[in-house]
Structure formats: C-alpha cells, structure tokens
C-alpha cells in the first residue's frame, strides 16, 4: 500500500488520498461520469470503478443513470459531530438574531485543519444567497469571520496555516502578503472585531466577531455578510455593536447555563 507526503510532511495513504480526491472532484462539479473521472485522475479505467464501488458500498456516492454523486450518507456523521459540541447549539440562535435584525446573510465559522467551516448560516429578509453553505470549505484569510479566528492565534500557527495553503487570490482586494496580513491581524486584536471588504467576493463585504468561551478561548466567529453599499451605509453604524453583544451573549450563556 504505497504511502506518501502531503504538504503538510504527513504521511497518508495513496489510495486513501485518491478516494477523497473523487470525492472532492464529484461534489466541486455536482456530479461526473466514469469517463470524467479516469481523465481527471490519469489512472485506468478499472481502477477508478474499484475506488467508485468501494464508495457505493458504504454510501458516500451513489450512482444515478451514468453519473455519480455524493451520497446523502455524509449528512449523519456531520450531524453527529455538530451535535457533540453544546457551544455550537448555543451559537445558532444568536446566527438566526443577526440574520433576522440586519435582514443580511449570518454566519458561523469555526477553524479545523487551519481551514475554515461553516457550521451555522442564515438567510435575513434581503440577504444575498451564495455557495456559502453549512460545511463549506473557505480560506480564513479572505473572510472577516476567518481573520477574526487567525487574530486569536499565536503567530507561529498562523505562520504555519500560511505554509500550508498560502494566501490564495480571491479578488483584487484579497490580502495576498504575509506583512500585510500580520499587520491587519494587529489592527483585529485591538479593535475586536474583522473587516472582509469584498476579498472573498467582489460586491460583497462582511464584518466578523471572535466567539469565545468563559475561559477567553475562541472556538468560532459569527459574521455578517451583504453588499458593500448597504454594509457601509446602512448596517456599519451599530453593526460593531450588535456583533460584540451578540458574541458576549454567547460566552455568557456558556458561563451561566440554564
């Protein structure tokens, strides 16, 4: 069973790696054929049917005419490990509040694997939809939610989350330097709170809170994304208000459960 190095200099298993790899590839493209995936991955045809029908087995895709797709099978041990956690049950209501009083898009960002997930997302009255979907994959540092998480780390774990992934272009607003990125992390922790001005998306600009335990901990970030035109003149004014009660909400429900 060969074994090899990631990025990262840890070991993994080919075969493994190749498995996830069809997995990603299936969901970034909603769905591919047989044909598709033997061109993408460059190995035979029967090799990828045996990586397939190991997945069909145990439900992580399911196959439908000649595509394959990914299997509903994900959704119970996401579940589960959303449910393991009581500060993400807490965090959900108040992700829901700031959809409802800013009529914008809200959410919940945690960081695992020096990439951030998203656990919660609301949809207020105006709020634009997008692919930023529960259990969406994004860089931290093009996000507000995701700056405010990497400003509570020590700078060697940043340093490495930059090793690892880079600081990849988004947009032309995208922070795309280490000096420059450090530099706003600073600005972050003095002000306690994060700004993404349409570095993820053009047209877009969010504000980004650190959510944070009775110990100081951040375990997430909520954050609030809109257009920059109504973020900058109709929510920015109590925005920042609204986004650190809300996180001093959460820290108290944890501190003082009912």
Known sequence: MPVVSDNTDHKTIQSVDRSFGIIEYIQENSGASLIELTDEFDISKSAIHYHLNTLMKYGW????????????????????????REEYQIVHPKVVKLADETGERAQFIIEENGRGIHVHSELGENGIQSNSR??????????????????????????????????????DNTITTRGELFDILEDIRERGYAFNRAERRNGMMAMGAPVKDPSGRVFGAVSVTGP????????????????????EEIRLRLEYPQ
Do not use: C, N, W
């Open 61 to 84: 895709v399911v196959k439908e005419g000649e595509t394959y797709r990914i299997g509903l099978r994900f959704l119970d041990p996401a579940m589960h490990s959303k449910s393991q």
């Open 134 to 171: 529960v259990g969406k994959l994004v860089y931290l540092h093009a996000t507000s939610a995701g700056k405010a998480i990497l400003a509570s780390m020590p700078e060697e774990r940043v340093e490495s989350i930059v090793d690892a992934y880079g600081l990849p272009k988004m947009t």
């Open 228 to 247: 920059v035109r109504r973020m900058q003149d109709e929510h920015q004014r109590y925005l920042t208000d609204l986004l650190l009660d809300v996180t």
